[in-house]
């Protein structure tokens, strides 16, 4: 299963005219990584201030800058081991910014559910990319995708940030870190078993 990642080639053809212009002068892949995480910090702002317009931007912009940097490194011809350790802290980064953001906002509600949850959902976030990140350090190709990836992450954080117009905050927090939660586990227990098929022995 591979979620909302399939239409990760439809998204990246959607942003091919900065592709062409990125080729054309020369530009860094790392620049997308960087305009990425500084996206990322401005849908936590968003999220602080409770403008979910401002989200909305800050988080398409950051999938935008995360698909750009390695599109971009491919159509230069310029990738390298470093580039991906770059995309992966930058998606991290990204990843890990609106949930600080959240847990600010749980915080200051002096629910101490909605705390705990926001707090186990950046943590519950990781875990996908720590075991496909494992997995390939041991030998196995890259794993991508399932039901609770990357993209799924960020749309359920742009509806928390609508749905705080019409209801409480910690009420908003507590059931969206528990979708993280719960997305993020069955996500990472797929990626786990693809990996052990990975590395199981081929029977002739």
């Known amino acids: ?25 020369g530009w860094s892949p790392d620049a997308f990584t960087a305009v990425g995480v500084a996206f990322a910090v401005v849908a936590a702002a968003g999220l602080l201030v409770g403008w979910w317009p401002l989200v909305l931007l800050g988080l398409v912009a950051r999938l935008a800058g995360a698909n750009l940097d390695g599109a971009v490194a491919r159509a230069r011809g310029v990738s390298r081991p470093f580039g991906f350790v770059l995309n992966e802290i930058g998606d991290r980064a ?8 959240l847990s600010i906002l749980a915080g200051q509600t002096n629910s101490a ?7 186990v959902a950046m943590t519950a976030a990781s875990w996908p990319t720590f075991i496909s990140l494992a997995a390939a350090a041991a030998g196995a190709p890259r794993i991508n995708g399932g039901p609770f990836g990357k993209t799924e992450r960020t749309l359920t954080v742009f509806l928390m940030s ?16 528990a979708v ?23 029977q002739v």
């Open 1 to 25: 299963m591979r979620g909302l990642y399939a239409a990760k080639p439809w998204f990246t053809r959607q942003l091919g005219r900065f592709v062409t212009a990125a080729v054309s002068r």
């Open 94 to 101: 990204s990843d890990l910014l609106p949930l600080a953001a």
């Open 180 to 202: 993280v939660i719960a997305g993020s586990t069955l996500t990472a227990a797929t990626r786990a078993r693809a990996a052990h098929r990975a590395f199981r022995p081929v």
């Open 162 to 177: 609508v749905a705080f117009v019409w209801f409480p905050v910690h009420a908003v927090i507590t059931v969206g870190s």
């Open 113 to 119: 559910p909605a705390l705990v949850a926001a707090l």
